[in-house]
Structure formats: structure tokens, C-alpha cells
């Protein structure tokens, strides 16, 4: 069936340096879509959001990028600090259920 | 204002078993959703409730049950345990005018052994 996937399963980044973690979807009638902070032990938590009449949409530090044409999602993290550890999951809703993808891990060396 | 809250945290069943696992939705929510999230994978939902009926349900057996208590509160039961029901709960509420924004809990981890 179709689903939400990721690129890369682990990223590693220097301590202010950017990220970017990378999402390819493949329902290409999914209009919302969602990236999801997850840290060990806890629930996700939601960072940024993006509608598919969409191609960019800033929050504090994060932005998240999406590519009709290609079906591609990406979240870049400016200026990435240890506190965003964390695997990051892209979701796509359609007819109010989440479809997540399996998750990149994001490791900040200090 | 409290968030989302699961319980029990942990429950070690072995197979056979049923399980109730519970779940609050934050303040103001109306709708709650439950995921199934094994080791390194993403979150995979469950089914959604929203006044007191299930409204939608992903690729889950009939093992799996839910019920929604008219303070919004939610509870996910399942039968017959199997070794691979072992996961994480994941429980996420939502207020049905924004239902895109779901609050996850932190969750229940399951073993059955």
C-alpha cells in the first residue's frame, strides 16, 4: 500500500551546524502534512506543519520544505543544538488518519 | 493545563492474556486516536474515536477494541495476546475543528511474554 518514508534512517550533525532530514511520500492525494519530534521514552511531539497548497513554512529554527513534483518532504533544523537529539518522524493525514513514516534518527555531536 | 496521559507506564502480560490500557485526552479535546509503535518503526494507527464511536480504524484485528466515555476519555483493549503485540501505546487526542493536530501521550509499553 502506499506510505510515508524516509531517505535516511541516522543523521549525524555537529553541534550548531544545520540539518536537513529528508521524507519522500508516496499518496499523492495527501493534502497535510507533519513532522514529529520523538525522544526516548516519550510520545512524538509536533514541531512544524505544511498544507499541499504549500512549498514552505517557517517556524522558530525549523522549516519545513515540500515538493509536489517529486513527492518530497524535508525538515531543516538551523543551528542544531544537543536538545534536538531525537528521532524525527515525517506523517501524512489523509481522511484524519496519520500515516507515519519509520523515522530518521537525528544524533548532535557536541 | 494538563496534556495527554496514558496508564498504566509499563504491563508485562503473557500470552493468552487481555489488556486495558487508558487513556485522557488534554483539555478540550474531543477525539482520541490510538497507535501501535514497535521498537525503531513509526507510530501505526490504531483506530479514532469521537463521540463515544469508533470513526475510523487502520489494519488492526478484532483483537484490538476500544471504547470512548462521554468525558472523552478512552480506553484500548486487547484479546488473546500475542508475542507480537509487544509495543509502545501510543494515545493522541485532537479537537475535532483541528483534528489534524493530535498531542500524544507519552505512551504505554506493553510485553507479553
Known amino acids: 500500500g502506499e506510505s510515508v518514508g524516509l531517505h535516511l534512517p541516522t543523521l549525524s550533525v555537529q553541534e550548531g551546524d544545520n540539518s536537513i532530514i529528508n521524507c519522500a511520500y508516496s499518496?499523492?492525494?495527501?493534502?497535510?502534512f507533519i513532522w514529529y519530534k520523538q525522544e526516548s521514552g516519550k510520545g512524538p511531539q509536533f514541531i512544524i506543519d505544511?498544507?499541499?497548497?504549500?512549498d514552505k513554512r517557517q517556524g522558530q529554527r525549523v522549516t519545513v520544505l515540500l515538493n509536489k513534483t517529486v513527492k518530497h518532504l524535508s525538515l531543516q533544523i538551523a543551528a542544531t543544538q544537543p536538545g534536538d537529539s531525537a528521532v524525527y518522524f515525517c506523517a501524512e493525514n489523509m481522511f484524519d488518519k496519520v500515516i507515519f513514516g519509520p523515522g530518521t534518527s537525528l544524533s548532535v555531536i557536541p | 493545563d494538563a496534556g495527554v496521559t496514558q496508564s498504566p507506564t509499563h504491563l508485562i502480560k503473557t500470552r493468552g492474556q487481555q489488556v486495558t490500557l487508558r487513556c485522557s485526552p488534554k483539555s478540550g479535546h474531543d477525539t482520541v486516536s490510538w497507535y501501535q509503535q514497535a521498537l525503531g518503526q513509526g507510530p501505526q494507527f490504531i483506530f479514532q474515536?469521537?463521540?463515544?464511536?469508533?470513526?475510523q480504524r487502520g489494519n488492526f484485528p478484532d483483537r484490538f477494541s476500544g471504547h470512548q466515555f462521554p468525558n472523552y476519555s478512552s480506553e484500548l483493549n486487547v484479546n488473546a495476546l500475542l508475542l507480537g503485540d509487544s509495543a509502545l501505546y501510543l494515545c493522541?487526542?485532537?479537537?475535532?475543528?483541528?483534528?489534524?493536530?493530535?498531542?500524544f501521550g507519552p505512551g504505554t509499553r506493553l510485553l507479553v511474554l
Open positions: 493522541a487526542s485532537s479537537f475535532t475543528a483541528g483534528v489534524e493536530t493530535q498531542y
Open positions: 474515536y469521537y463521540e463515544e464511536e469508533e470513526r
Open positions: 505544511i498544507r499541499s497548497n504549500m
Open positions: 499518496n499523492s492525494a495527501s493534502d497535510y
